[in-house]
């Protein structure tokens, strides 16, 4: 495992060197600061990771009013737990992101477990597209998840895209993709790791 | 069973294991070294897929987040990884040791998703009964699953799906987790039924056009299976073949 605890690490400072704090410090500082009551301190990281829990909770239930419920659930587990936060198990925004994926993922398996979810699927649709201006910043992010994306093979990136943005089973999947189910699980953890290695290239470039 | 469960590690990080196959997946990662680091470099990248899904949240969403704060305890850290429970006076009994892990963890996934599921009736009934009804729902689901002679087992089900059972004798109860079935119609509903000597009775009636839900079985009996049937809407007086899958519960 690579030493993210250690933030001030070389490795991360050379790649990162022209921001005078990389996001992802930002968010651990400010975790740490969470976990000590800081409300001002809860108020920034919010500013810095809402758009996109908001945004993962919108692309995988697709409905704007319970993905803010559910963006509202997941801050306020944030607010919560941060106290449990572990450093030396995940960056503090893989930490958030993971809470906020967990959650769309239980609140679209318990409430639309009916045919709508297959609806979905079966019609895909080009990634939604909001009516609000994104920031730059964000979409040069985007612009790297997506290109990555499109590295994978079609099977790699259909299994990840159905697991993660469609909150599927790996189940599920295979059985939209038609593919036996050891097939769905190895693909989705060998595009992972493309994907990891497309995205590092990205930091070290 | 090793090679299998390491197998689960691309869906366990994108959340695409059903209930029963995270508890088993957790079990394991407490045990696994190694596949703690691994699974910690695969979540990075999976977290990174958030990256794609920036949206403007709706405005006054922080102001609502901020005040919920305010008036929020946070939980203390000292209860830091609670889950190895120390099992005292129990000589070693190594099966029976592994199913309370699992139950543990078990008991987070099923209690988050009933929590879940009831946070919804919530809203549609009274709010005061359905907030006793949770509790204790989620009460007796978690004294199943961390019954000292709670047993567990599954079995495929036909079609596709997975109908498994944890019960114990001493509280007379049990879990059953029907999960991935096939979608039925919106007109059509799982059911579940105690299968004894005297023959089928109805454990439980799962919503119209689900393909999975957790259901808490009181007064398990002398049963010796739960037996899955697809029926109208609503349930059925009597079973209606064919059966979906049986599974024992002795």
Known sequence: ?????????????????????????????????????????????????????YGLARRVLRDPAQAEEVAQEVFLEVWRTATRYDPCRSSATTWVFTIAHRRAVDRVRSEQAGADRLRRVATPEPAPHDHVVEQVTARLEQEQVRRCLTELTDLQREAITLAYYAGYTYREAAQLLGVALATIKTRMRDGLARLRDCMNVEVRA | MSDEIHALAGPYVLDALDDIERAAFERHLRECEVCTADIAELRETTARLADGTWSVPPPQMKDTVLAQVSRTRQMSPSLRAPRERPHQATPARPAGRRFTAAAAALLLTVAAGVAGYLAQEQRARNAEVAADLAERRATEIQAVLAAPDAQLSGVPVDGGGRLTAVTSASLDAGVVVLADAVLPDADSAYQLWLIDDGGPVSAGVLPAGAAGDTVLVEEVGDAQMVGLTLEPAGGSTAPTDPVLATVPVT
């Open chain 1, 1 to 53: 495992m690579r030493a993210r605890d250690d933030r001030g690490s070389p490795r991360r400072a050379k790649h990162l060197a022209p921001a005078p704090e990389a996001p992802s410090d930002q968010a651990s500082r400010l975790l740490h600061a969470v976990a000590r009551g800081d409300e001002a301190a809860f108020a920034q990281l919010y500013d810095l990771v809402a758009p996109r829990v």
